[in-house]
Protein backbone atom coordinates (compact mmCIF):
# COMPACT_ATOMS: atom_id res chain seq x y z
CA UNK A 1 0.00 0.00 0.00
CA UNK A 2 1.05 3.41 -0.84
CA UNK A 3 1.63 4.98 2.65
CA UNK A 4 0.43 8.69 3.00
CA UNK A 5 2.94 10.40 5.75
CA UNK A 6 0.56 13.85 5.90
CA UNK A 7 -2.87 14.28 7.63
CA UNK A 8 -5.82 15.43 5.22
CA UNK A 9 -7.25 18.94 4.91
CA UNK A 10 -10.92 19.67 3.30
CA UNK A 11 -9.32 21.38 -0.04
CA UNK A 12 -11.26 20.32 -2.53
CA UNK A 13 -9.72 19.44 -5.96
CA UNK A 14 -12.41 18.74 -9.04
CA UNK A 15 -10.71 16.18 -11.15
CA UNK A 16 -11.73 14.90 -14.86
CA UNK A 17 -11.26 12.08 -16.12
CA UNK A 18 -12.23 10.60 -19.63
CA UNK A 19 -14.48 7.42 -19.35
CA UNK A 20 -14.64 4.98 -21.66
CA UNK A 21 -19.09 4.89 -22.93
CA UNK A 22 -18.36 6.34 -26.40
CA UNK A 23 -15.43 6.36 -28.43
CA UNK A 24 -14.44 9.27 -30.68
CA UNK A 25 -12.11 9.15 -33.63
CA UNK A 26 -9.21 11.34 -33.36
CA UNK A 27 -8.13 11.98 -36.84
CA UNK A 28 -9.94 10.17 -39.84
CA UNK A 29 -9.86 12.39 -42.99
CA UNK A 30 -8.05 15.41 -44.21
CA UNK A 31 -11.19 16.65 -45.12
CA UNK A 32 -13.00 19.89 -43.34
CA UNK A 33 -16.32 18.79 -41.65
CA UNK A 34 -19.28 20.72 -40.63
CA UNK A 35 -19.80 21.44 -36.88
CA UNK A 36 -22.91 21.76 -35.74
CA UNK A 37 -23.22 26.07 -35.67
CA UNK A 38 -21.62 24.91 -39.77
CA UNK A 39 -18.53 26.34 -38.84
CA UNK A 40 -15.62 24.24 -40.70
CA UNK A 41 -13.46 21.79 -38.36
CA UNK A 42 -10.61 19.94 -39.45
CA UNK A 43 -10.40 16.93 -36.30
CA UNK A 44 -10.75 17.00 -32.91
CA UNK A 45 -7.73 15.56 -31.07
CA UNK A 46 -8.51 13.80 -27.46
CA UNK A 47 -11.91 16.17 -27.66
CA UNK A 48 -10.61 19.30 -28.46
CA UNK A 49 -11.93 20.81 -31.65
CA UNK A 50 -8.86 21.87 -34.13
CA UNK A 51 -10.28 24.52 -36.67
CA UNK A 52 -7.78 24.31 -39.00
CA UNK A 53 -6.46 21.81 -40.85
CA UNK A 54 -2.70 22.30 -40.96
CA UNK A 55 -3.28 22.10 -37.11
CA UNK A 56 -4.83 18.99 -37.23
CA UNK A 57 -1.73 17.56 -39.58
CA UNK A 58 0.44 18.36 -37.05
CA UNK A 59 -1.71 16.88 -33.97
CA UNK A 60 -1.31 13.84 -35.95
CA UNK A 61 1.89 13.66 -36.30
CA UNK A 62 3.94 11.46 -34.34
CA UNK A 63 1.73 9.61 -32.86
CA UNK A 64 -0.37 6.48 -34.29
CA UNK A 65 -4.15 7.10 -34.40
CA UNK A 66 -5.83 6.94 -30.68
CA UNK A 67 -9.20 7.09 -30.20
CA UNK A 68 -10.28 8.31 -26.49
CA UNK A 69 -13.77 8.05 -24.92
CA UNK A 70 -15.71 11.24 -25.20
CA UNK A 71 -17.75 11.22 -21.68
CA UNK A 72 -16.52 12.34 -19.09
CA UNK A 73 -17.03 11.85 -15.21
CA UNK A 74 -16.65 14.61 -12.62
CA UNK A 75 -14.40 12.75 -9.45
CA UNK A 76 -13.64 15.28 -6.05
CA UNK A 77 -10.67 13.88 -4.78
CA UNK A 78 -9.68 15.88 -1.46
CA UNK A 79 -5.64 16.86 -1.13
CA UNK A 80 -3.65 17.65 1.66
CA UNK A 81 -1.83 20.75 0.44
CA UNK A 82 1.60 19.86 2.11
CA UNK A 83 4.53 18.20 0.58
CA UNK A 84 4.86 14.83 0.84
CA UNK A 85 7.72 14.65 2.94
CA UNK A 86 8.13 17.97 4.56
CA UNK A 87 11.78 17.14 5.33
CA UNK A 88 13.11 16.34 2.33
CA UNK A 89 11.84 19.59 0.62
CA UNK A 90 13.18 22.78 2.04
CA UNK A 91 10.75 24.99 0.14
CA UNK A 92 6.94 23.48 -1.03
CA UNK A 93 6.92 23.04 -4.81
CA UNK A 94 2.80 23.63 -4.84
CA UNK A 95 2.32 22.19 -8.54
CA UNK A 96 3.75 19.03 -9.84
CA UNK A 97 4.36 20.58 -13.25
CA UNK A 98 6.69 22.95 -11.47
CA UNK A 99 7.97 19.88 -9.55
CA UNK A 100 8.76 18.09 -13.28
CA UNK A 101 9.68 21.47 -14.66
CA UNK A 102 12.39 22.03 -12.26
CA UNK A 103 13.94 18.88 -13.31
CA UNK A 104 13.90 18.59 -16.85
CA UNK A 105 17.14 17.94 -18.47
CA UNK A 106 17.08 16.69 -21.97
CA UNK A 107 18.79 19.62 -24.79
CA UNK A 108 16.42 20.79 -26.96
CA UNK A 109 17.96 22.03 -30.21
CA UNK A 110 16.17 24.08 -32.10
CA UNK A 111 15.19 23.07 -35.55
CA UNK A 112 11.92 23.12 -37.68
CA UNK A 113 11.06 19.84 -36.30
CA UNK A 114 11.09 20.75 -32.66
CA UNK A 115 9.83 24.48 -33.41
CA UNK A 116 6.49 23.32 -35.57
CA UNK A 117 5.46 20.98 -32.37
CA UNK A 118 5.97 23.56 -30.06
CA UNK A 119 4.15 26.24 -31.98
CA UNK A 120 1.54 23.72 -31.93
CA UNK A 121 0.98 23.18 -28.36
CA UNK A 122 1.61 27.40 -27.97
CA UNK A 123 -1.48 27.68 -30.31
CA UNK A 124 -3.30 25.06 -28.65
CA UNK A 125 -4.04 25.81 -24.92
CA UNK A 126 -7.19 23.71 -24.32
CA UNK A 127 -5.81 20.74 -25.64
CA UNK A 128 -2.92 20.59 -22.80
CA UNK A 129 -6.16 21.95 -20.37
CA UNK A 130 -8.32 18.82 -21.36
CA UNK A 131 -5.18 17.09 -20.88
CA UNK A 132 -4.46 17.67 -17.92
CA UNK A 133 -7.76 17.48 -16.67
CA UNK A 134 -7.35 13.29 -17.09
CA UNK A 135 -3.81 13.33 -15.25
CA UNK A 136 -4.83 15.23 -12.12
CA UNK A 137 -5.57 11.94 -10.17
CA UNK A 138 -2.22 10.21 -11.42
CA UNK A 139 0.28 12.77 -11.69
CA UNK A 140 1.97 12.70 -8.74
CA UNK A 141 1.91 8.65 -8.90
CA UNK A 142 3.59 8.94 -12.04
CA UNK A 143 6.22 11.83 -10.99
CA UNK A 144 7.41 9.92 -7.99
CA UNK A 145 7.68 6.42 -9.72
CA UNK A 146 10.12 8.15 -12.00
CA UNK A 147 12.31 10.25 -9.47
CA UNK A 148 12.10 7.25 -7.47
CA UNK A 149 13.95 5.23 -10.40
CA UNK A 150 16.45 8.50 -10.92
CA UNK A 151 14.72 8.48 -14.76
CA UNK A 152 14.46 11.79 -16.64
CA UNK A 153 11.36 13.88 -15.58
CA UNK A 154 10.78 14.40 -18.98
CA UNK A 155 9.19 10.70 -19.17
CA UNK A 156 6.34 12.37 -17.18
CA UNK A 157 5.15 14.32 -20.27
CA UNK A 158 5.20 10.85 -22.65
CA UNK A 159 1.79 10.44 -21.92
CA UNK A 160 0.29 13.32 -22.91
CA UNK A 161 2.00 12.06 -26.75
CA UNK A 162 0.87 8.66 -26.06
CA UNK A 163 -2.53 8.95 -25.78
CA UNK A 164 -3.50 12.58 -23.98
CA UNK A 165 -3.12 10.74 -20.49
CA UNK A 166 -6.07 8.60 -21.34
CA UNK A 167 -6.30 5.19 -19.57
CA UNK A 168 -9.12 4.07 -22.09
CA UNK A 169 -7.49 5.31 -25.23
CA UNK A 170 -6.95 2.37 -27.66
CA UNK A 171 -5.75 2.25 -31.47
CA UNK A 172 -4.29 0.31 -34.13
CA UNK A 173 -1.89 -2.47 -33.64
CA UNK A 174 -4.38 -3.22 -30.43
CA UNK A 175 -2.47 -1.14 -28.24
CA UNK A 176 -4.40 0.72 -25.26
CA UNK A 177 -4.36 2.52 -21.96
CA UNK A 178 -2.50 5.46 -20.82
CA UNK A 179 1.00 4.45 -22.14
CA UNK A 180 -0.11 2.40 -25.09
CA UNK A 181 1.24 -1.05 -24.81
CA UNK A 182 -0.16 -3.78 -26.98
CA UNK A 183 -0.50 -6.87 -26.18
CA UNK A 184 3.14 -8.94 -26.45
CA UNK A 185 5.00 -6.18 -25.19
CA UNK A 186 2.92 -5.88 -21.84
CA UNK A 187 3.12 -9.55 -21.52
CA UNK A 188 7.14 -9.18 -22.00
CA UNK A 189 7.20 -6.49 -18.81
CA UNK A 190 4.94 -8.15 -16.60
CA UNK A 191 1.71 -6.61 -17.33
CA UNK A 192 -1.33 -9.06 -16.31
CA UNK A 193 -4.09 -9.82 -18.99
CA UNK A 194 -7.46 -11.84 -18.60
CA UNK A 195 -10.97 -11.87 -19.38
CA UNK A 196 -11.38 -10.08 -15.65
CA UNK A 197 -8.13 -7.49 -15.79
CA UNK A 198 -6.17 -5.36 -18.49
CA UNK A 199 -3.18 -4.38 -16.79
CA UNK A 200 -2.94 -1.95 -19.80
CA UNK A 201 -5.28 0.08 -18.39
CA UNK A 202 -4.36 -0.04 -15.08
CA UNK A 203 -2.47 3.24 -14.44
CA UNK A 204 -0.47 1.85 -11.45
CA UNK A 205 0.92 -1.38 -13.31
CA UNK A 206 1.14 0.06 -17.01
CA UNK A 207 3.10 3.03 -15.52
CA UNK A 208 5.70 0.56 -13.66
CA UNK A 209 5.46 -1.96 -16.89
CA UNK A 210 6.70 1.75 -19.31
CA UNK A 211 9.34 2.98 -16.95
CA UNK A 212 10.78 -1.20 -17.20
CA UNK A 213 10.59 -1.08 -20.98
CA UNK A 214 11.98 2.81 -20.82
CA UNK A 215 14.68 1.36 -18.71
CA UNK A 216 15.50 -1.32 -20.62
CA UNK A 217 15.15 0.12 -24.02
CA UNK A 218 17.91 2.81 -22.22
CA UNK A 219 20.64 0.47 -21.38
CA UNK A 220 19.69 -0.91 -25.08
CA UNK A 221 21.07 2.15 -26.92
CA UNK A 222 23.76 3.05 -24.38
CA UNK A 223 21.94 5.97 -22.29
CA UNK A 224 20.57 7.68 -25.86
CA UNK A 225 17.53 8.54 -24.37
CA UNK A 226 16.31 9.64 -27.83
CA UNK A 227 17.15 6.32 -29.44
CA UNK A 228 15.48 4.55 -26.26
CA UNK A 229 12.12 7.10 -26.90
CA UNK A 230 12.32 6.59 -31.12
CA UNK A 231 12.34 2.38 -30.20
CA UNK A 232 9.49 2.78 -27.50
CA UNK A 233 7.46 4.46 -30.60
CA UNK A 234 8.16 2.15 -33.23
CA UNK A 235 9.98 -0.72 -32.14
CA UNK A 236 13.92 -1.35 -30.62
CA UNK A 237 14.76 -3.29 -34.08
CA UNK A 238 13.72 -0.92 -36.39
CA UNK A 239 15.91 2.09 -34.69
CA UNK A 240 18.78 -0.39 -34.59
CA UNK A 241 18.65 -1.36 -37.92
CA UNK A 242 18.78 2.74 -38.55
CA UNK A 243 21.34 2.88 -36.65
CA UNK A 244 23.03 0.18 -38.23
CA UNK A 245 22.42 1.62 -41.96
CA UNK A 246 23.97 5.22 -40.95
CA UNK A 247 27.12 3.63 -39.82
CA UNK A 248 27.65 1.06 -42.20
CA UNK A 249 27.42 4.28 -44.83
CA UNK A 250 29.74 6.61 -42.55
CA UNK A 251 26.31 8.57 -41.58
CA UNK A 252 25.93 10.44 -37.92
CA UNK A 253 24.06 7.66 -36.09
CA UNK A 254 22.41 10.68 -33.55
CA UNK A 255 18.13 10.42 -33.62
CA UNK A 256 18.26 13.28 -35.63
CA UNK A 257 20.05 11.82 -38.98
CA UNK A 258 18.28 8.42 -38.49
CA UNK A 259 15.91 7.18 -41.45
CA UNK A 260 12.38 6.52 -39.57
CA UNK A 261 9.20 6.27 -40.30
CA UNK A 262 7.32 9.81 -39.86
CA UNK A 263 5.35 9.02 -36.99
CA UNK A 264 8.01 8.46 -34.93
CA UNK A 265 10.50 11.21 -36.75
CA UNK A 266 7.19 13.76 -34.84
CA UNK A 267 7.32 11.72 -31.89
CA UNK A 268 10.54 12.72 -30.42
CA UNK A 269 10.07 15.98 -30.98
CA UNK A 270 7.04 16.53 -29.79
CA UNK A 271 8.19 15.07 -26.11
CA UNK A 272 11.05 17.49 -26.71
CA UNK A 273 8.44 20.88 -27.76
CA UNK A 274 6.53 19.96 -24.42
CA UNK A 275 9.69 19.84 -22.33
CA UNK A 276 10.71 23.17 -23.93
CA UNK A 277 7.59 24.71 -23.18
CA UNK A 278 7.26 23.44 -19.60
CA UNK A 279 11.01 24.15 -18.51
CA UNK A 280 10.76 27.74 -20.25
CA UNK A 281 6.77 28.55 -19.40
CA UNK A 282 7.37 32.34 -18.37
CA UNK A 283 9.88 32.76 -21.79
CA UNK A 284 6.03 31.21 -23.61
CA UNK A 285 3.78 32.84 -21.44
CA UNK A 286 2.01 29.89 -21.20
CA UNK A 287 -0.22 28.49 -18.83
CA UNK A 288 -0.16 24.78 -17.63
CA UNK A 289 -3.55 23.79 -15.74
CA UNK A 290 -1.96 23.70 -12.12
CA UNK A 291 -1.61 20.31 -10.52
CA UNK A 292 -1.30 20.35 -6.66
CA UNK A 293 1.36 18.86 -5.79
CA UNK A 294 0.16 16.20 -3.32
CA UNK A 295 -0.83 12.65 -3.01
CA UNK A 296 -4.72 12.21 -4.10
CA UNK A 297 -4.83 8.29 -4.69
CA UNK A 298 -4.19 5.22 -2.61
CA UNK A 299 -3.10 1.54 -3.11
CA UNK A 300 -5.46 -0.80 -0.88
CA UNK A 301 -4.52 -4.31 -0.58
CA UNK A 302 -8.16 -6.58 -0.74
CA UNK A 303 -6.50 -10.00 -0.75
CA UNK A 304 -8.93 -11.14 -3.01
CA UNK A 305 -11.83 -11.00 -5.77
CA UNK A 306 -14.08 -8.06 -4.45
CA UNK A 307 -17.40 -7.00 -6.59
CA UNK A 308 -17.02 -3.66 -7.76
CA UNK A 309 -20.31 -2.10 -6.76
CA UNK A 310 -20.04 -3.72 -3.65
CA UNK A 311 -16.19 -2.07 -2.81
CA UNK A 312 -17.90 1.40 -3.86
CA UNK A 313 -20.63 1.11 -1.51
CA UNK A 314 -18.28 0.15 0.91
CA UNK A 315 -16.37 3.02 0.19
CA UNK A 316 -19.14 5.85 0.03
CA UNK A 317 -18.27 6.62 -3.79
CA UNK A 318 -20.16 6.20 -7.09
CA UNK A 319 -19.56 2.81 -8.67
CA UNK A 320 -18.61 4.80 -12.17
CA UNK A 321 -16.00 6.65 -9.77
CA UNK A 322 -14.37 4.07 -8.61
CA UNK A 323 -14.15 1.99 -11.90
CA UNK A 324 -12.47 5.06 -13.47
CA UNK A 325 -9.56 5.14 -10.47
CA UNK A 326 -9.60 1.39 -11.84
CA UNK A 327 -9.72 1.34 -15.58
CA UNK A 328 -8.20 -1.97 -16.09
CA UNK A 329 -10.88 -3.97 -14.59
CA UNK A 330 -12.70 -5.63 -17.28
CA UNK A 331 -15.96 -7.26 -15.59
CA UNK A 332 -18.30 -6.37 -12.89
CA UNK A 333 -15.44 -7.58 -10.26
CA UNK A 334 -11.96 -7.43 -9.81
CA UNK A 335 -9.57 -10.54 -11.01
CA UNK A 336 -9.97 -13.21 -9.20
CA UNK A 337 -5.85 -14.45 -9.51
CA UNK A 338 -5.32 -10.55 -8.63
CA UNK A 339 -3.98 -8.05 -8.59
CA UNK A 340 -5.77 -8.49 -5.56
CA UNK A 341 -5.75 -3.73 -5.01
CA UNK A 342 -8.26 -1.19 -5.40
CA UNK A 343 -7.34 2.14 -6.05
CA UNK A 344 -9.21 4.77 -4.01
CA UNK A 345 -9.04 8.36 -3.12
CA UNK A 346 -6.79 8.98 -0.20
CA UNK A 347 -8.93 10.29 2.05
CA UNK A 348 -10.83 7.21 2.64
CA UNK A 349 -8.34 4.30 1.40
CA UNK A 350 -7.86 3.74 5.59
CA UNK A 351 -11.18 3.95 6.45
CA UNK A 352 -11.78 1.09 3.90
CA UNK A 353 -9.41 -0.93 4.31
CA UNK A 354 -9.91 -1.49 7.90
CA UNK A 355 -14.15 -1.98 7.18
CA UNK A 356 -12.65 -4.68 3.95
CA UNK A 357 -10.81 -6.66 6.41
CA UNK A 358 -13.34 -6.81 9.03
CA UNK A 359 -15.82 -9.14 6.37
CA UNK A 360 -15.24 -12.23 5.88
CA UNK A 361 -13.80 -12.94 1.95
CA UNK A 362 -17.23 -14.52 0.74
CA UNK A 363 -19.23 -11.43 1.83
CA UNK A 364 -17.49 -9.70 -1.15
CA UNK A 365 -19.36 -11.31 -4.13
CA UNK A 366 -23.15 -12.11 -3.79
CA UNK A 367 -23.87 -15.54 -4.32
CA UNK A 368 -26.41 -17.92 -6.50
CA UNK A 369 -26.82 -21.52 -5.67
CA UNK A 370 -27.44 -23.01 -8.87
CA UNK A 371 -29.15 -26.75 -9.39
CA UNK A 372 -27.74 -28.19 -12.34
CA UNK A 373 -30.27 -28.98 -14.89
CA UNK A 374 -29.75 -31.36 -17.84
CA UNK A 375 -27.55 -29.51 -20.83
CA UNK A 376 -25.85 -27.32 -18.28
CA UNK A 377 -22.24 -27.12 -18.68
CA UNK A 378 -19.46 -24.84 -17.04
CA UNK A 379 -19.02 -22.83 -19.93
CA UNK A 380 -22.82 -22.17 -20.52
CA UNK A 381 -23.46 -21.45 -16.52
CA UNK A 382 -20.48 -18.92 -16.80
CA UNK A 383 -22.06 -17.87 -19.92
CA UNK A 384 -25.22 -16.81 -18.17
CA UNK A 385 -23.66 -15.59 -14.75
CA UNK A 386 -21.08 -13.25 -16.78
CA UNK A 387 -17.65 -15.19 -14.93
CA UNK A 388 -15.87 -18.22 -15.80
CA UNK A 389 -15.37 -21.88 -15.89
CA UNK A 390 -12.29 -21.97 -13.97
CA UNK A 391 -13.91 -19.64 -11.38
CA UNK A 392 -17.23 -22.02 -10.74
CA UNK A 393 -14.73 -24.69 -10.72
CA UNK A 394 -12.35 -23.56 -8.38
CA UNK A 395 -15.22 -22.24 -6.07
CA UNK A 396 -16.76 -25.83 -6.30
CA UNK A 397 -13.47 -27.61 -5.67
CA UNK A 398 -14.35 -29.21 -8.44
CA UNK A 399 -11.71 -31.70 -10.31
CA UNK A 400 -12.90 -32.02 -14.02
CA UNK A 401 -15.23 -30.12 -16.12
CA UNK A 402 -18.21 -32.67 -15.32
CA UNK A 403 -21.23 -31.79 -13.95
CA UNK A 404 -24.29 -34.10 -13.15
CA UNK A 405 -28.00 -33.05 -13.51
CA UNK A 406 -29.34 -32.38 -10.06
CA UNK A 407 -26.58 -31.14 -8.00
CA UNK A 408 -26.06 -27.73 -6.73
CA UNK A 409 -23.13 -25.28 -7.68
CA UNK A 410 -22.20 -21.87 -6.56
CA UNK A 411 -21.56 -19.18 -8.33
CA UNK A 412 -20.58 -15.84 -8.15
CA UNK A 413 -22.56 -12.91 -9.58
CA UNK A 414 -22.77 -9.22 -10.12
CA UNK A 415 -24.46 -7.42 -7.08
CA UNK A 416 -26.18 -4.98 -9.70
CA UNK A 417 -27.66 -5.14 -13.15
CA UNK A 418 -24.64 -5.19 -15.60
CA UNK A 419 -25.76 -2.25 -16.98
CA UNK A 420 -24.83 -0.32 -13.86
CA UNK A 421 -20.68 -1.01 -14.54
CA UNK A 422 -20.60 1.78 -17.00
CA UNK A 423 -17.00 1.30 -17.67
CA UNK A 424 -16.99 -2.56 -17.78
CA UNK A 425 -15.75 -3.38 -21.14
CA UNK A 426 -19.15 -4.57 -22.16
CA UNK A 427 -20.45 -1.57 -21.07
CA UNK A 428 -18.20 0.56 -23.04
CA UNK A 429 -18.83 -1.65 -25.85
CA UNK A 430 -22.76 -0.93 -25.61
CA UNK A 431 -22.25 2.49 -25.54
CA UNK A 432 -20.20 2.88 -28.11
CA UNK A 433 -22.14 0.75 -30.75
CA UNK A 434 -25.53 2.26 -29.37
CA UNK A 435 -24.06 5.83 -29.99
CA UNK A 436 -25.62 7.68 -33.21
CA UNK A 437 -23.65 7.95 -36.16
CA UNK A 438 -25.90 8.26 -38.91
CA UNK A 439 -29.50 7.34 -39.63
CA UNK A 440 -30.04 3.99 -39.08
CA UNK A 441 -28.30 1.14 -37.40
CA UNK A 442 -28.33 -2.20 -37.97
CA UNK A 443 -26.22 -5.64 -36.72
CA UNK A 444 -23.90 -7.71 -38.41
CA UNK A 445 -22.83 -11.42 -37.07
CA UNK A 446 -19.56 -11.94 -37.94
CA UNK A 447 -18.65 -15.13 -39.85
CA UNK A 448 -16.23 -17.23 -40.55
CA UNK A 449 -13.63 -15.46 -42.57
CA UNK A 450 -14.90 -12.32 -42.54
CA UNK A 451 -12.58 -9.50 -41.82
CA UNK A 452 -13.75 -5.23 -41.66
CA UNK A 453 -12.18 -4.73 -45.17
CA UNK A 454 -15.22 -7.30 -46.92
CA UNK A 455 -17.35 -5.94 -44.64
CA UNK A 456 -17.26 -2.41 -45.19
CA UNK A 457 -16.64 -2.92 -48.93
CA UNK A 458 -20.19 -4.57 -48.75
CA UNK A 459 -21.74 -1.97 -47.05
CA UNK A 460 -20.10 0.91 -48.50
CA UNK A 461 -18.03 1.99 -45.57
CA UNK A 462 -14.47 2.50 -44.55
CA UNK A 463 -12.73 -0.28 -42.26
CA UNK A 464 -11.93 2.64 -39.90
CA UNK A 465 -15.04 3.85 -39.41
CA UNK A 466 -16.22 0.00 -38.66
CA UNK A 467 -13.83 -0.14 -36.11
CA UNK A 468 -14.89 2.81 -34.75
CA UNK A 469 -18.33 2.45 -34.72
CA UNK A 470 -17.54 -0.87 -32.42
CA UNK A 471 -14.72 -0.04 -30.57
CA UNK A 472 -11.74 -1.92 -32.02
CA UNK A 473 -8.49 -1.26 -34.38
CA UNK A 474 -8.93 -1.57 -38.02
CA UNK A 475 -6.34 -4.46 -37.50
CA UNK A 476 -8.38 -6.41 -34.89
CA UNK A 477 -8.87 -10.37 -35.90
CA UNK A 478 -12.84 -10.89 -36.02
CA UNK A 479 -14.46 -13.62 -34.13
CA UNK A 480 -17.45 -15.54 -35.61
CA UNK A 481 -20.19 -14.69 -34.18
CA UNK A 482 -19.10 -11.20 -32.79
CA UNK A 483 -21.98 -8.75 -33.22
CA UNK A 484 -21.27 -5.06 -35.22
CA UNK A 485 -22.80 -2.13 -35.50
CA UNK A 486 -23.20 -0.63 -39.10
CA UNK A 487 -24.61 3.21 -39.22
CA UNK A 488 -26.00 4.10 -42.63
CA UNK A 489 -27.28 7.43 -43.86
CA UNK A 490 -31.44 7.34 -44.91
CA UNK A 491 -29.98 7.98 -48.92
CA UNK A 492 -28.16 4.81 -48.52
CA UNK A 493 -29.69 1.81 -50.19
CA UNK A 494 -28.26 -0.20 -47.71
CA UNK A 495 -29.63 1.18 -44.93
CA UNK A 496 -33.00 -1.49 -44.27
CA UNK A 497 -30.68 -4.39 -45.18
CA UNK A 498 -31.64 -7.07 -42.82
CA UNK A 499 -28.83 -9.88 -42.59
CA UNK A 500 -30.39 -13.37 -42.57
CA UNK A 501 -28.25 -16.55 -42.29
CA UNK A 502 -29.97 -19.37 -44.87
CA UNK A 503 -29.50 -22.66 -45.70
CA UNK A 504 -29.52 -23.78 -49.19
CA UNK A 505 -30.12 -27.08 -50.91
CA UNK A 506 -27.86 -27.44 -54.07
CA UNK A 507 -30.75 -28.70 -56.63
CA UNK A 508 -30.05 -30.60 -59.76
CA UNK A 509 -28.70 -27.76 -62.30
CA UNK A 510 -27.85 -24.91 -59.92
CA UNK A 511 -24.39 -23.26 -59.97
CA UNK A 512 -22.62 -20.78 -57.99
CA UNK A 513 -23.42 -17.76 -60.35
CA UNK A 514 -27.06 -18.68 -60.46
CA UNK A 515 -27.25 -19.36 -57.03
CA UNK A 516 -25.21 -15.71 -56.55
CA UNK A 517 -27.46 -14.25 -58.93
CA UNK A 518 -30.74 -15.70 -56.81
CA UNK A 519 -30.10 -14.39 -53.78
CA UNK A 520 -28.26 -11.15 -54.53
CA UNK A 521 -24.98 -12.03 -53.37
CA UNK A 522 -21.24 -12.56 -54.76
CA UNK A 523 -19.69 -15.95 -55.61
CA UNK A 524 -16.70 -15.70 -54.07
CA UNK A 525 -18.61 -14.86 -50.95
CA UNK A 526 -20.80 -18.85 -51.00
CA UNK A 527 -16.80 -20.26 -51.45
CA UNK A 528 -15.97 -18.43 -48.79
CA UNK A 529 -18.63 -18.61 -46.32
CA UNK A 530 -18.51 -22.63 -47.04
CA UNK A 531 -14.76 -23.01 -47.53
CA UNK A 532 -15.10 -24.47 -51.32
CA UNK A 533 -12.11 -25.08 -53.67
CA UNK A 534 -13.11 -23.40 -57.34
CA UNK A 535 -12.16 -26.86 -58.95
CA UNK A 536 -14.76 -28.74 -56.95
CA UNK A 537 -18.45 -28.92 -58.39
CA UNK A 538 -21.50 -28.63 -56.53
CA UNK A 539 -23.45 -31.51 -55.79
CA UNK A 540 -27.64 -31.95 -55.61
CA UNK A 541 -28.53 -31.82 -52.06
CA UNK A 542 -25.45 -30.28 -50.52
CA UNK A 543 -26.38 -27.40 -48.51
CA UNK A 544 -24.64 -24.41 -48.60
CA UNK A 545 -24.49 -21.51 -45.99
CA UNK A 546 -25.46 -18.28 -47.12
CA UNK A 547 -26.08 -14.47 -45.83
CA UNK A 548 -27.96 -12.67 -47.54
CA UNK A 549 -29.95 -9.13 -47.30
CA UNK A 550 -33.37 -10.35 -47.08
CA UNK A 551 -34.50 -6.68 -48.38
CA UNK A 552 -32.70 -7.06 -51.55
CA UNK A 553 -34.14 -10.71 -52.29
CA UNK A 554 -35.54 -11.53 -56.25
CA UNK A 555 -38.22 -13.87 -55.99
CA UNK A 556 -36.74 -17.18 -54.52
CA UNK A 557 -38.58 -20.09 -54.96
Known amino acids: MLKSKFSLLSALVSTLLLGACASTEVVETHSLNQNK?????????????????????????????????????????????????EESEAVFIANVWDRIGNQLTFHIPENDRV?????????HPEYM????????????????????????LELALLPIVESAFDPFAYSHGRAAGMWQFIPSTAKRFGIHQSWWY?????????????????????????GNWLHALAAYNSGEGRVKRAIKRNAKAGKPTDFWSLDLPRETRAYVPKLLALADILK????????????????????????????LAFAADLAGMDLEALQALNPGFNRWATDPDGPHYLVLPLEIADSFAQRLNELDQNERLNWVRHQVKSGDSLLKLAHQYHTTAQIIKKVNNLTSNVIRAGEHLLVPVALKELSAYTLSKEQRLATTQNR???????????????????????????????AKWNGMAPIDTLRPGMTLAIWLDD???????IMKKLTYTVR????LSRIASKFNIKVNDIRKWNDLQKSRYLQPGQKLTLHVDVTRLKNVS
Not at 115 to 123: E, S
Not at 129 to 142: E, K
Not at 508 to 511: I, L, V
Request: net charge negative.
Open 280 to 307: QRDKYNFSWPEVENVAVIDVVDINSQVD
Open 436 to 466: KRADRKFTYTVQSGDTLWDIGRKYKVSTQKL
Open 115 to 123: NVQRNWYLK
Open 198 to 222: DGRRDVIASTQGALDYLNYLNNMFD
Open 491 to 497: NDTQSDA
Open 508 to 511: KGDS
Open 129 to 152: SRVTNRARPFLYFITQEIENRNMP
Open 37 to 85: QGKKVACEVANTTISEEADCELAREGVIEVIHPQEEIALEIKTDKKPAS
